[in-house]
T-cell receptor, first 114, second 113 residues
């Protein structure tokens, strides 16, 4: 089946630093999604990408859909303590039948030291 | 407020007992999903449903059962056949369209003693 490799597994940074994480896939996806999960809560959608090469921002967050459609990255600029959490990437092949199933990476645990 | 609710937040059961986790949404979404999350792991799909009275197995359906009698509700039963049921269970829903973004509920943590 499809697999997503998400890296790094964890990051420990100082407040104010920029953060970068990425996901790579063994196969093509038509949609890339980035979620953030805080302890004991469900994931919250941060950014959705629908087109190869697309670069989308949401406040201090920027994500890109790779040209090959096999990768995506998420950047967080000027990190703050409330950025702490687990960030997941997810890929979706497309609509129709089982193609809308999401495949998730294993997550990047972000810790921000004030 | 529109959203997805899961209850209870924490659930404890004895080994060998079946247990049903609730998931309700008032977003008028057609599709609903159940995922399982274990520490340090991504989310794994248990079951999904695109329409009322229809559902499909996901990647780890063994030991679980679901029903979809109403559009708003998609309960998950963890049966005694599930060998390692202790986990965090997440329900999600989406509009079935070209951009099927899934939105998640707050989760239920099940502990089997």
């Amino acid at each position: 089946g499809q697999q997503l490799n998400q890296s790094p597994q964890s990051m420990f940074i100082q407040e104010g630093e920029d953060v970068s994480m990425n996901c790579t896939s063994s196969s093509i996806f038509n949609t890339w999604l980035w979620y953030k999960q805080e302890p004991g809560e469900g994931p919250v959608l941060l950014i959705a990408l629908y087109k190869a090469g697309e670069l989308t921002s949401n406040g201090r967050l920027t994500a890109q859909f790779g040209i090959t459609r096999k990768d995506s990255f998420l950047n967080i600029s000027a990190s703050i303590p409330s950025d702490v959490g687990i960030y997941f990437c997810a890929g979706q092949l497309g609509s129709g039948g089982s193609n809308y199933k999401l495949t998730f990476g294993k997550g990047t645990l972000l810790t921000v030291n004030p | 407020d529109g959203g997805i609710t899961q209850s209870p937040k924490y659930l404890f059961r004895k080994e060998g007992q079946n247990v049903t986790l609730s998931c309700e949404q008032n977003l008028n979404h057609d599709a609903m999903y159940w995922y399982r999350q274990d520490p340090g792991q991504g989310l794994r799909l248990i079951y999904y449903s695109q329409i009322v009275n229809d559902f499909q197995k996901g990647d780890i359906a063994e030991g679980y059962s679901v029903s979809r009698e109403k559009k708003e509700s998609f309960p998950l039963t963890v049966t005694s056949a599930q060998k390692n049921p202790t986990a965090f269970y997440l329900c999600a829903s989406s509009i079935v369209s070209l951009s099927d973004t899934q939105y998640f509920g707050p989760g239920t943590r099940l502990t089997v003693l």
